[in-house]
Structure formats: structure tokens, C-alpha cells
């Protein structure tokens, strides 16, 4: 079993920084890809980012490329979204996410399907 906790998120004006946190508990942190979702209402999760399980390799979604930057600290179970000039259309639920499948030591899942633990959830709120 794993367990997330969010943190970070809030309000921000357009052109400011974010960085989320996601405190990992449970079964072994360091061996597993981890992710960043978001969804904003009415709309469907979508990808943002994601890191293989030794921080080596990650992938971004496209709007996201160049702005955001995901990573992870193992000594603290910790992963991190650092997320700089923010748009408001960045305005979302943000989750992390933990994939508990193995598929290559540079595995960067990026769809929902592939995730099996999530977190309950940050708000981030970007005004114009």
C-alpha cells in the first residue's frame, strides 16, 4: 500500500511560481515511476509530467514543456512539481501519482490507466 499527501498549491497571479510536494508513505518509494495529473472541472485527468523511478529520465505533457519541472528527492520520499510562469489556464486540481508496474528502468507512464495509487489532491489557482 501507498499513500500521497499534496501540498503547495494555492493562488497565484499569471507569470508566478508554484511547486507542489508529494510525501510518499508506505511500500518502497525509490522503485517505482511517479507522476503529476491535473484536472480542471468538467474536464477529464490529464498528464503533466512524469519521472522514472531513479529521477534519471522524465516526460511532460506539450503546455506544460519549458515551464514545469518534475523531480524527486528519495531520501525524503518526496515528489516535487516545480511549476514557474504559470497561466491561468494551468487552474486545476493538481494530483500525484504512484505506478506500481515495471516496464523498463526508463519508464515514464504517462496515462491514467497506468497509475494505481493516487493522492487526494491540490488546488492551484492561476488569475489573470
Known amino acids: 500500500q501507498v499513500q500521497l499527501v499534496e501540498s503547495g498549491g494555492g493562488l497565484v497571479q499569471a507569470g508566478g511560481s508554484l511547486r507542489l510536494s508529494c510525501a510518499a508513505s508506505?511500500?518502497?518509494?525509490?522503485?517505482?515511476?511517479m507522476g503529476w495529473f491535473r484536472q480542471a472541472p468538467g474536464k477529464e485527468r490529464e498528464f503533466v509530467a512524469a519521472i522514472n523511478w531513479s529521477g534519471s529520465d522524465t516526460d511532460y505533457a506539450d503546455f506544460v514543456k519549458g515551464r514545469f519541472t518534475i523531480s524527486r528527492d528519495h531520501a525524503k520520499s518526496t515528489l516535487y512539481l516545480q511549476m514557474d510562469s504559470l497561466k491561468p489556464e494551468d487552474t486545476a486540481l493538481y494530483y500525484c501519482a504512484v505506478s506500481t508496474q515495471y516496464n523498463g528502468r526508463r519508464y515514464t507512464p504517462s496515462s491514467v490507466s497506468e497509475y494505481h495509487y493516487w493522492g487526494q489532491g491540490t488546488q492551484v489557482t492561476v488569475s489573470s
Open positions: 508506505g511500500r518502497t518509494f525509490s522503485s517505482f515511476a
